[in-house]
C-alpha cells in the first residue's frame, strides 16, 4: 500500500477579527518546471542553490518592450545596460534582439567589445572613464556620455591627441518630480549647468554632440517623472536647434523602469502596481511627438532600461537546509541560498515558491540564508508553506543585479544556467572553486613554512 | 506530556482551549498526533503509527515531533505539571 505524503505537524492560532489584509488565503502557486524543464532534475544536475535563465522570457520581455515604443515612435534603440547583468549569454541574446550595449566601466567596456559589439554601438556612461578608457572609446567611435567637467576637458585633450571627433552627449540630472532626486550624475538642468556643458561643447571644435541623455532613478513607479523628463531634454534639443541649428541625432532617456517585484514596504505586489511597458512608452513618447523637432531631424529614442527586461527571465532555484523555532515561537527556514546570491533581497520582498506541490497549510516564517551573519534575512516573516529540511524551492524574479552584485562571501558561486527555447540547458556560468579563489592568491615564501 | 484535558479538539482540525479563549488549527498530521497524545500514546507507540501510514522514517519524523511538541508547550496547551 502507497503511504500518504509526510508534511511536518503545526499547530497555528487563530486570531479572530485580524484576516490577511487582502481578507484571502495566501496561495502559494508551486513552480515545479521552468520552460518545461523540471527544476528538481535541473537541482540534481547542476547543484543546488542554481541561477536559472529563461531564453524565452528574455526573448518576450524585449519584444514587447520595443514594440510598446516601435508602435508609437518611428526612430527606437534599446541598449542593454550591462551593469543590470553581464553575463556574456545574457548581453548575446539582447544584442541579438538589436540591443546596442550601454557600460559604465572600462571592464564593461571591453566586454562589449568581446561580446562583439562594435565600437560605436557601444554607449559609455558612468563617472569614472579613466584617460586609456577614453581614448579607447574615441578610437571606436564610440557613443561617451560626458558625467563632468573634468572628464568633458579631459577628453577635449585626448580628442586633440588623437584628430578624431568622438561623438558625445552629456548626462543631464533634473527635477523630474521624485524624490530624491538624483543629482550625483551628470549636469543640471535646473541651475544652467547643462547649458554650460552644451555651450561649451558646441564652441569646441574637436567634440560631435551627438546626443543628450538623462538617467532620472531607479524603479520609478509612476510614469510622470518620465513625462517631465521627456519635456525637459526635448526643450535643450529645441533649444540646441534654435540657438546653433544643430540637431541632436538622439535622446537617451536611460532606464529606471519598475520590475513586478515587490518593494520592501509596498502595500500592494508590484505586480499590481508597476507601471507596463506601454504606460512608461505612453508618457515618453506623446511629449516627444508634440516638440517641436525639425521635422526632418526626429531624434532617436535610446531607452537603457535593464532591470525590468530580465528580472522576469531570471529564477534561483534551491533546498531548504532547516527549519527551526525562534524563541517567540515564530518558524523559521534556512535556505541554502542568502544576501550573498540574492542581493535584492536587501530592497525585495522577493516571492518564493515551493518547488514540488504542497498543501494548503502555511506558517508565518522568517526565511534566513545559510551565511553565519545576522543581516542574511531573505524575508522576515512571510506567511510560507511547511516546507522542510530537502525540500526544494524557486525564487522569482532575480534577473537583474543579482549576478553583477553578488558577493563571494563564505560561500562559493554556484552553477548560472540558461535554458534556450527548445527547453535545452546550458550553463553559462560555471560554480566556483576552492581552486578559482585561490588561484588570485600568492602566500610569501616564509608564511610556508609550518611550525 | 499530557495535553490539557479541557481542550475541545473537532474532527476537522480546531482546537479550543477554554481557559484562555484562544483557538488553533490544525493540519491533519497535527491533529492525528494531538488525538494521540490525548489518548495517552507514548512516543513509540506514536511514532510507529505515523512511519507505517506516511511516508517518513523514524528519524525524521521524530525532529518533526518534537519540534510538534515544542508548539504545544509555546501554546501553553499541555499540563502545566509537565
Redesign the interface.
Same mark, same amino acid.
Given at each position: 500500500m502507497d503511504?500518504?505524503?509526510?508534511? =511536518?505537524?503545526?499547530?497555528?492560532?487563530?486570531n479572530?477579527g485580524m484576516p490577511s489584509k487582502f481578507g484571502l488565503q495566501v496561495r502559494h502557486e508551486p513552480i515545479t518546471e521552468i520552460d518545461g524543464v523540471p527544476v528538481s532534475s535541473l537541482l540534481e544536475r547542476y547543484g543546488s542553490p542554481l541561477f536559472i535563465y529563461s531564453e524565452k522570457t528574455i526573448r518576450s520581455t524585449f519584444r514587447e518592450a520595443f514594440r510598446a515604443f516601435s508602435s508609437r515612435y518611428p526612430n527606437v534603440l534599446f541598449s542593454w545596460s550591462y551593469k543590470t547583468n553581464y553575463l556574456n549569454a545574457i548581453c548575446k541574446i539582447f544584442h541579438q534582439e538589436g540591443s546596442w550595449a550601454e557600460v559604465v566601466s572600462g571592464f564593461e567596456y571591453k566586454k562589449a567589445l568581446e561580446n562583439g559589439v562594435k565600437g560605436d554601438r557601444i554607449i559609455f556612461n558612468g563617472p569614472d572613464k579613466s584617460r586609456a578608457d577614453l581614448q579607447l572609446a574615441v578610437k571606436n567611435g564610440s557613443l561617451i556620455h560626458i558625467d563632468h567637467f573634468d572628464e568633458l576637458y579631459e577628453l577635449i585633450e585626448v580628442a586633440k591627441e588623437s584628430d578624431a571627433k568622438p561623438n558625445v552627449a552629456i548626462r543631464i540630472n533634473m527635477d523630474a518630480g521624485i524624490y530624491p532626486a538624483w543629482d550625483r550624475f551628470g549636469f543640471n538642468y535646473e541651475n544652467g549647468e547643462a547649458w554650460d556643458a552644451l555651450n561649451r561643447i558646441m564652441h569646441c571644435e574637436n567634440l560631435e554632440l551627438a546626443g543628450l541623455h538623462t538617467h532620472i532613478g531607479t524603479y520609478i513607479m509612476s510614469t510622470e517623472p518620465y513625462r517631465i523628463a521627456a519635456t525637459k531634454m526635448a526643450e535643450l534639443a529645441v533649444g540646441l536647434e534654435r540657438k546653433f541649428h544643430h540637431h541632436i541625432r538622439y535622446i537617451d532617456i536611460g532606464g529606471g523602469f519598475a520590475s513586478k517585484n515587490t518593494l520592501k514596504g509596498g502595500y500592494y505586489p508590484g505586480s499590481d502596481t508597476t507601471p507596463s511597458f506601454e504606460d512608461y512608452a505612453e508618457a515618453i513618447v506623446s511629449v516627444l511627438m508634440k516638440a517641436d523637432f525639425h521635422p526632418d531631424h526626429l531624434p532617436l529614442l535610446i531607452l537603457e532600461t535593464g532591470r525590468a527586461l530580465i528580472d522576469d527571465a531570471g529564477y534561483l532555484a534551491g533546498t531548504v537546509v532547516a527549519?527551526? =523555532?525562534l524563541a517567540d515561537?515564530q518558524r523559521a527556514s534556512i535556505l541554502d541560498a542568502g544576501v550573498n546570491l540574492l542581493f535584492t533581497s536587501f530592497w525585495y520582498d522577493h516571492d518564493i515558491r515551493p518547488a514540488k506541490p504542497v498543501?494548503d497549510?502555511t506558517e508565518e516564517t522568517a526565511i534566513f540564508g545559510p551565511l553565519c551573519m545576522n543581516i542574511d534575512v531573505i524575508r522576515k516573516s512571510t506567511i510560507f508553506p511547511?516546507l522542510?529540511k530537502g525540500d526544494p524551492y524557486v525564487i522569482r524574479r532575480v534577473g537583474a543585479y543579482n549576478n553583477t552584485q553578488w558577493l563571494q562571501f563564505i560561500t562559493l558561486r554556484p552553477n548560472v544556467v540558461l535554458i534556450d527555447n527548445s527547453s535545452q540547458v546550458h550553463v553559462i556560468r560555471r560554480e566556483e572553486t576552492l581552486e578559482t579563489l585561490n588561484d588570485l592568491e600568492s602566500t610569501p615564501e616564509h608564511l610556508n613554512v609550518h611550525k | 506530556m499530557k495535553i490539557k484535558k479541557s481542550l475541545a479538539i473537532s474532527e476537522t482540525g480546531f482546537?479550543f482551549d477554554p481557559s484562555t479563549g %484562544?483557538?488553533?488549527? +490544525?493540519?491533519? /498530521?497535527?491533529l492525528e /498526533? +494531538?488525538q494521540m497524545l490525548r489518548e495517552g500514546n507514548s512516543r513509540e507507540e506514536i511514532t510507529g503509527t505515523?512511519t507505517?501510514?506516511?511516508?517518513?522514517d523514524a528519524m525524521? @519524523?521524530e525532529r518533526?515531533?518534537f %519540534? @510538534?511538541l515544542?508548539?504545544?508547550k509555546?501554546?501553553q +496547551?499541555v499540563e502545566t505539571d509537565e
Open positions: 503511504k500518504k505524503p509526510f508534511e =511536518r505537524p503545526v499547530i497555528k492560532k487563530l479572530a527549519t527551526k =523555532r515561537g498543501s497549510q511547511l522542510k | 482546537v %484562544d483557538s488553533y488549527t +490544525l493540519n491533519p /498530521i497535527g /498526533i +494531538l505515523v507505517q501510514a506516511y511516508d517518513v525524521t @519524523f518533526y515531533y %519540534d @510538534f515544542g508548539m504545544l509555546q501554546m +496547551l
